[in-house]
């Protein structure tokens, strides 16, 4: 807001300006008639100084969990309900930005990156096993060394997987979902997963090459940019700092192991689902129905599990928080007042 403020600057040298030819020509009316004791011009007022409303801070903090150093952004008082986001493949806690400030004003946020992601760790795959498992271990490590005992799951991507893992831990934890392009159901796995279904089955050197290009850049701007109403709404920020983590050396390996270990989460959406059926976490489900990687296919298989469900299909893709994150704040919180507990 520089220039905003230079604006009200230069107002304000003008309107000083103004006031002083205004004194200089009363004091010489004044002189003239011998009032010039009684006319002196009184000492001026400090200029008002603009203030904005404070907005709730947010801190980059990290914490070693089982060895690995887990960065994450925590926002909000912690004596409010917490709300733990959980990131997507190929980015990190950065993608929840905006939204967190919006959460903050009422809700305790916890946001981490996993291990060879954001600013966590990347320890090397001969010391740490890269899994989804491994992942939901490391964060329900996390929840528990920042004492929280309740929490509502904001789950998108592979988030969806890590936060499900971790509810089936302690379901009864969980005060809620936030569903956002984050399967559970067979149907949600189309065309997109067929090279990664051939991994699945033959985890050899070539069909594991073949995913090398989900990796590149065209790739991870693809996953921003495909399915949007308005792509100039996007922020290239976003998929170059994506990118710059990717291209780090040794990652690229990091990712094919995780597209490998995915094939173990797809044994437990039974499991899963049972859980939904059987615990009933209330759920919001704001998903961008034009994305491929996960489509609207995988959203409605909630329906038939999940009683206390709100439902919502956005005009956009994968991303959807990049073109609707005010639309899903305003979503969330609504669903957050009404749902979650306080004490």
């Given at each position: 807001?520089?220039w905003?403020?230079e604006?009200?600057e ?38 008002a ?7 709730p801070?947010?801190f ?9 150093k ?19 493949f190929?980015t ?41 498992a491994?992942?939901?271990d490391?964060?329900d ?14 789950l ?8 499900y ?18 399967n ?9 997963w ?22 590149t ?13 308005d ?24 990712q ?22 059987e ?5 919001l ?55 979650v507990?306080?004490?």
């Open positions: 807001m520089f905003l403020e604006k009200f230069t107002v304000e040298r003008r309107a000083a300006g103004s006031h002083r030819t205004l004194l200089s020509a009363a004091a010489m009316a004044a002189l003239a008639f011998g009032l010039v004791g009684a006319c002196a011009p009184s000492a001026q007022s400090e200029p100084v603009l203030t904005r409303a404070a907005a801070a947010i980059y903090r990290d914490i070693t969990i089982n060895g690995v887990i960065a994450y952004r925590e926002a909000g008082d912690p004596a409010n309900p917490t709300v733990v986001l959980l990131h997507g190929p990190s806690s950065q993608m929840f930005r905006n939204l967190i400030p919006e959460l903050a004003k009422t809700y305790h946020v916890l946001a981490p990156d996993y291990p060879g992601y954001g600013a966590s760790d990347m320890p090397a795959r001969e010391t740490f096993e890269y899994s989804f491994n992942f939901a490391i964060v490590g996390f929840l528990t060394e920042k004492k929280v005992s309740s929490y509502a799951l904001y998108m991507d592979y988030g969806a997987p890590v936060g893992r971790v509810f089936a831990k302690h379901p009864e934890r969980v005060t809620g979902f936030v569903i956002q392009n984050g559970a159901y067979e149907e949600g796995l189309r065309e997109f067929t090279p990664i279904k051939a991994y699945w089955a033959d985890p050899s050197e070539a069909n594991r090459d073949a995913l090398r290009g989900l990796l850049l065209d790739a991870t701007k693809w996953q921003y940019t495909h399915g949007v109403g792509v100039t709404r996007i922020s290239p920020d976003t998929w170059y700092t994506d990118q710059y983590l990717l291209d780090r050396a040794g990652n690229d390996e990091i094919l192991d995780m597209f490998l270990s995915y094939a173990t989460n797809v044994s437990e959406y039974p499991h899963w689902q049972e859980l939904f059926r615990y009933q976490p209330p759920a489900i704001v998903w961008g129905q034009n994305d491929q990687i996960f489509p609207a296919d995988g959203a409605h298989p909630y329906k038939s599990d999940l009683n206390d469900l709100e439902f919502h299909l956005l005009d956009t893709g994968h991303f959807a928080l990049e073109e609707y994150g005010s639309d899903i704040a305003a979503e969330m919180i609504e669903f957050l007042d009404r749902e507990p306080r004490d």
